[in-house]
């Protein structure tokens, strides 16, 4: 049972629309993670939040926003999408610093054509 | 963060252990070592981490030499459904941001 949830599971949309991918966990996790992985390729942080209000870019550079104004949700918005944001966007949070116990979402498979 | 390096993949008959290598010969004393996988495209799934005791839960067990430049990721019954990739990652205790490098791609074979 998901204590971590994504919507929409798959999405495709047309090029210059506006999206937002939906992350929503139950855990009362202080920290939320976005990253983001090509089919076969590495996964890259792309956003993250330590809490309500924070938020910090990731090591791979997105043109995509953030926002946390509530513990439990963390939603992706890409203001225009573009064909290059074609990618499986996936959503973690955990309790702890350090890299014990991640919770994955199972992500969301953007399509932009 | 300590650099780590594994094998690109593995091929494991169903039944055997699977033990799975990760060196990391840069890594400093207040590194602990965390293993992940990821089935498929789903999102990546908790294993285990350890600073130097050898560790060992559900899943999976983790032995870290005793200079702590490398561990071992053992799955005990591997079955078809452990076929994943495996990382393997180097983090402070304290610091956040995972990191996933390109791991072991494990393939449990009948």
Redesign the interface.
């Known amino acids: 049972e998901a204590d971590i949830y994504q919507t929409p599971r798959y999405l495709v949309i047309g090029t210059g629309k506006k999206i937002t991918l939906e992350c929503s966990q139950t855990m009362g996790h202080d920290?939320m993670?976005w990253?983001q992985?090509d089919?076969g390729m590495?996964?890259h942080?792309i956003h993250?939040s330590?809490g309500v209000n924070s938020t910090e870019k990731?090591?791979l550079s997105s043109e995509s926003t953030v926002s946390r104004i509530r513990t439990e949700h963390f939603p992706l918005t890409l203001e225009s999408a573009r064909p290059s944001h074609t990618s499986?966007y996936?959503c973690?949070s955990?309790e702890h610093?350090?890299?014990?116990?991640?919770?994955?979402?199972?992500?969301t498979?953007l399509t932009v054509v | 963060d300590a650099k780590t390096t594994q094998p690109p993949s593995m091929d494991c008959a169903e039944g055997r252990a699977a033990n799975l290598p990760c060196n990391h010969s840069t890594i400093s004393g207040n590194e602990y070592v965390y293993w992940y996988r990821q089935i498929h495209s789903q999102g990546p799934q908790y294993i285990i981490h350890g600073l130097k005791n050898n560790e060992t839960n559900e899943m999976a067990s983790l032995i870290i030499t005793e200079d702590r430049k490398s561990s071992t990721l053992i799955l005990p019954h591997a079955t078809l459904r452990d076929t994943a990739v495996y990382y393997c990652i180097v983090r402070v205790g304290t610091a956040s941001k995972l990191t996933f490098g390109t791991g072991t791609r494990l393939q449990v074979t009948l």
């Open positions: 920290k993670y990253y992985q089919p590495e996964l942080l993250y330590y990731g090591d499986q996936l973690a955990s610093r350090g890299g014990y116990g991640y919770t994955f979402g199972s992500g498979r």
